[in-house]
């Protein structure tokens, strides 16, 4: 059974950084794509940055603030966001599924982690 547990979030002031981290269990991770997803309130749940075997792929948001990356022998994706703003308030999820890399999400979720940016 594919587990997905998000960590990380919390309160932090624009500027600021925090690093979110997904760790996987269940499946084999090494060559698995894994995307972040995030929600805000009344906003629909999207794309933030993903990450297969050999590529990423950033939503326009995340460029050159954020940075995904993985651990194969921690079975983890992280999410280093940096220059956090408070439009970037959401709960962030993780997705497992090589078309979740490119904003097609499959039905392994994680349970989120909120983040929290004050002005």
């Known amino acids: 059974q594919v587990q997905l547990v998000e960590s990380g979030g919390g309160l932090v002031q624009a500027g600021g950084s925090l690093r979110l981290s997904c760790a996987v269990s269940?499946?084999?991770?090494?060559?698995?794509?894994i995307g972040w997803y995030r929600q805000a309130p009344g906003k629909q749940r999207e794309l933030v940055a993903g990450?297969?075997?050999?590529?990423?792929n950033y939503a326009d948001s995340a460029k050159g603030r954020f940075t995904i990356s993985r651990d194969n022998a921690k079975n983890t994706v992280y999410l280093q966001m940096n220059s956090l703003k408070p439009e970037d308030t959401a709960v962030y999820y993780c997705?497992?599924?090589?078309?979740?890399?490119?904003?097609?999400?499959?039905?392994?979720w994680g349970q989120g982690t909120q983040v929290t940016v004050s002005s």
């Open positions: 269940g499946s084999t991770f090494s060559n698995r794509a």
């Open positions: 997705n497992l599924g090589l078309t979740s890399v490119w904003g097609r999400p499959s039905d392994y």
């Open positions: 990450i297969s075997s050999g590529r990423t």
